[in-house]
């Protein structure tokens, strides 16, 4: 019991638990979700942008509507691509904090870090 407690302590402080920042800075493969051409349109901007910066990252990007049907597809897509994290892209309207959908769904069951980019015109402000 305390070798796991001092486990999870360290997971905490390198970021490994509840994905965030210090996780995706290391991860070196992503799974990009996105949902709708303003999304996939947003993803393929932010997955540009991370490349310039770590030419090592590979990036795979998962285009499918929102539903059971794109949950499955990121199964498969974790299972052939084995990413270090997961990011959504959502709606700049969408909830920061309110964690519904599939992304939410995400958050809460998978065993890589799920976060999230906001995409649209009111991200750009």
Do not use: N
Not at 47 to 69: K, T, Y
Not at 91 to 113: D, K, M
Request: contains cysteine; glycine residues 10%; aromatic residues 6%.
């Amino acid at each position: 019991m305390g070798v796991a407690c001092v486990v999870l302590v360290f997971d905490v402080l390198r970021g490994d638990v509840g994905g965030g920042r210090h996780t995706l800075a290391r991860a070196r493969r992503l799974l990009v979700v996105a949902t709708d051409a303003e999304t996939e349109a947003g993803a393929e901007a932010w997955i540009e942008e991370q490349r310039a910066e770590r030419p090592e990252l590979q990036c795979f990007l998962l285009v499918e509507h929102e539903g059971q049907e794109l949950f499955m597809a990121i199964q498969g897509a974790i299972d052939r691509e084995r990413p270090d994290a997961i990011v959504m892209a959502r709606h700049a309207g969408e909830s920061h904090w309110a964690h519904e959908g599939t992304y939410g769904r995400l958050a809460e069951e998978q065993r890589v870090p799920v976060d999230a980019i906001y995409v649209g015109a009111e991200a750009k402000a």
